[in-house]
């Protein structure tokens, strides 16, 4: 299994509401990412998480809130959201070699398409 | 801290070559190369590691300057089931376990 599945696909949600995206993997890989990717540009990193432990937040605003339970799923809780917050959010995996998780191919998942209203 | 890819966008017929640059100010650990066509996750094709370790795909060639902080991804004879958006992926020698993607170029092959 190579997959990484997020639930998710499309979520359309109001700007007082809580939500909550899933990430999972059972490929053994100990660190888990998430990535913002608005129409026409490149992912942004968000959040890195290795070994269950968040590693980087990459001074993402706290109404994205991620958690990861174990080692085969990560959320990304949100709450009070703003319209520009719509955009597709990837889920990525990698493996650990040697402590470094990027000495090969992260995995992708298809993303969540959220819209804020 | 992105890195800055050339061209922006490219067009190619069938069969045509075509180069693809990274280059970053950070120095780096690695570069990852990955195709994202429109609607759907990216996809790995190749990795280049300080050193000079390459892991990818057999028609997709790649090259990293580590002393330029520079990559670029060479793919020959196109198909047309090469357009997309091509991201270069920095990871920078900090150690940490980050995965910073360029700035993307859009490549289409037409008939």
């Known amino acids: 299994d190579t997959e990484v599945t997020q639930t998710p696909k499309h979520l359309v949600m109001g700007m007082t509401n809580k939500k909550s995206l899933k990430c999972e993997q059972h490929m053994g890989h100990r660190a888990m990412y998430w990535y913002k990717q608005k129409a026409k540009k490149p992912p942004e990193l968000m959040f890195v998480y290795s070994y269950e432990k968040l590693s980087i937040n990459e001074s993402v605003p706290s109404r994205f809130s991620p958690e990861c339970p174990n080692s085969s799923l990560l959320n990304l809780h949100l709450h009070a959201l703003q319209p520009e917050d719509s955009a597709l959010y990837l889920c990525a995996s990698s493996q650990d070699w040697g402590g470094f998780f990027l000495n090969t191919e992260a995995f992708f998942g298809q993303g969540t398409r959220l819209t804020v209203v | 801290q992105q890195p800055v890819q050339s061209p922006q966008a490219v067009i190619l017929r069938e069969g045509e070559d075509a180069v693809i640059n990274c280059s970053s100010s950070?120095?780096?650990?690695?570069v990852h190369w990955y195709r994202q066509k429109h609607g759907e996750a990216p996809v790995f094709l190749m990795i280049?590691?300080?050193?000079?370790e390459q892991k990818g795909h057999e028609k997709i060639s790649a090259s990293f300057n580590e002393k330029k902080q520079q990559s670029s991804l060479y793919l020959t004879a196109s198909q047309l089931s090469y357009s997309g958006t091509y991201f270069c992926g920095t990871v920078d020698q900090t150690g940490a376990n980050n995965l910073f993607f360029g700035t993307g170029t859009r490549l289409t092959v037409i008939p």
């Open positions: 950070k120095a780096l650990y690695s």
């Open positions: 280049l590691l300080k050193g000079g």
